[in-house]
């Protein structure tokens, strides 16, 4: 009973909860029972809260003016802040911290009904490829314990590829949603930027973060991007346009459809397993109509350089808060102000932070802010100039969504530049503010799950998951739990 509950996508446990086939109680014990047995295995979450998720759900009215995730359990990314409740970062220095306010995403799901069982394990401030910086241990791949999930937000793919929750909640950066659901065999979607708020998430870099989705499903990313959708007055980048009816509005039967196959994404660099799966993903949608053509994006190269900039500019201002004054723990010793700040940053950020807080403090002072961080935004600009170019062309863009299926743990973490380049294939959307979907389309020869990825234009959600839902549909994946072993 546990594993088929688990199994099944958010609007099929909808359909059974409102014809009271089951209940919210039996729903969220499910979750617990899987938790307990499977997560001291891959560490998935930082926190959980079996206790007070059993109350809520005896508490959830499941009728439809309850919201359309009421009696569900959902798990959040531990740097969206939910008012009392401790929210880390995956950090040493937040170790504690209990945000007055809750994320204008986390009100929305909670408004839909949801019940929030903990928060997912995270790259610590939603800085690495892999799960491995967290402060709380590092998270394993539930498709191979011997290997990373991906990251930053490997806590709450692992999470959903477990079967412990149906969804989850996680943040994009540079590629932080999309990466762990294609290595972890899940969906994830990174909206257009602004089109979510940004309210009550931790900033690593503002003009780069979203909030997304990370499900089991294309149709359960339809309706999580639905709900979380919106303007939100708190949010000064945030979009003031309607939010259409994703879930209910999916068309996978599209006329006329141009597909874009750029060639910096394939080739060179990226696993030949991987380009043979997503060329064949491409060739299914041919054969559904779809012509496909080849596009150019150019500044590809460039990209990465551009995005670790301007990352780690914005992550050494936005970080630059964490002084063990106003909240988190504080260096015991000190001779003064100064070294106060000094040592409890040295002692509560992790290698990875410090490395980045670094690079960017650097690129930004006197004398080397133009040569790189001026540089880096005028390369942005190009990367924009060609998502435009190549949307003149086609519709949308279908490539890997990364270079290589999930790789062994402790294989890259030594290697930092290495460790980034996981992110050459996701960063340019980011830079670009782009709607982006991840899906499972194959397993490799090692039986780990292979992603295709598709970039469309500005606002384009709607076409995204239409096109998403239709690969899903012809690809030989079948969503499903990891099979994990008692």
């Known amino acids: 009973m546990e594993t088929e509950l688990l199994d099944l996508s958010l609007n099929e446990l909808q359909n059974k909860l409102q014809n009271s086939e089951i209940s919210p109680v039996e729903l969220v014990e499910a979750s617990i029972s899987r938790y307990q047995n499977f997560d001291k295995e891959i560490n998935s979450f930082v926190s959980f809260n079996s206790k007070e998720s059993l109350q809520k759900a005896r508490e959830v009215d499941v009728s439809r003016e309850n919201g359309p995730l009421a009696g569900i359990p959902l798990a959040l990314k531990d740097n969206l802040c939910r008012a009392g409740y401790a929210t880390t970062c995956g950090s040493n220095i937040l170790e504690g911290h209990r945000p007055p306010y809750t994320a204008t995403a986390v009100k929305a799901i909670e408004e839909a009904g949801a019940i929030i069982v903990g928060n997912a394990n995270m790259d610590e401030f939603a800085m690495g490829s892999s799960t491995e910086t967290s402060a709380y241990g590092l998270t394993r791949n539930p498709w191979d314990t ?65 909030i997304g989705p990370i499900t089991r499903t294309v149709e359960d990313a339809a309706l999580l991007t639905e709900i979380i959708s919106g303007h939100d007055p708190a949010d000064s980048t945030s979009l003031d346009q309607p939010v259409p009816e994703y879930h209910g509005n999916i068309n996978p039967k599209p006329e006329n459809l141009t597909v874009g196959i750029p060639a910096e994404y394939f080739g060179e660099g990226v696993d030949e397993e991987v380009e043979t799966i997503v060329r064949q993903a491409a060739s299914d949608l041919k054969a559904e109509g779809a012509e496909l053509v080849d596009v150019s994006l150019s500044t590809t190269e460039q990209a990465i350089s551009a995005y670790y900039v301007i990352a780690t500019a914005e992550a050494s201002s936005n970080l630059a808060r964490f002084d063990g004054v106003r909240y988190g723990p504080r260096a015991q010793e000190f001779e003064d102000m100064i070294d106060m700040y000094s040592q409890t940053r040295a002692e509560g950020f992790g290698a990875e932070v410090k490395r980045r807080i670094m690079l960017g403090t650097f690129v930004l002072s006197s004398g080397y802010y133009e040569a790189y961080y001026g540089k880096a935004q005028k390369v942005r600009t190009l990367i924009k100039r060609d998502f435009e170019n190549a949307f003149e062309k086609c519709d949308l863009i279908l490539t890997p969504t990364t270079p290589t299926a999930a790789f062994k743990l402790g294989s890259r973490v030594d290697d930092p530049v290495q460790m980034y380049m996981n992110d050459v294939l996701t960063a340019p959307t980011n830079l670009a503010g782009l709607p982006a979907i991840t899906l499972p389309v194959d397993a490799n020869s090692d039986g780990l799950p292979v992603a295709a990825q598709l970039i469309g234009p500005s606002l384009s959600e709607q076409m995204l998951f239409d096109i998403a839902y239709l690969l899903q549909e012809l690809s030989p994946w079948e969503p499903c739990s990891a099979p994990l072993k008692e």
């Open 146 to 210: 011997e290997r990373v999930p991906g990251g930053s937000s490997g806590g709450s793919a692992a999470a959903v590829a477990a079967g412990i929750v149906p969804a989850a909640l996680g943040s994009d950066t540079g590629g932080s949603i999309r990466q762990p659901a294609a290595f972890s065999g899940v969906v994830g979607f990174k909206p257009t930027y602004g089109r979510v708020s940004r309210y009550g998430l931790i900033a690593f870099a503002s003009s780069l973060d979203q």
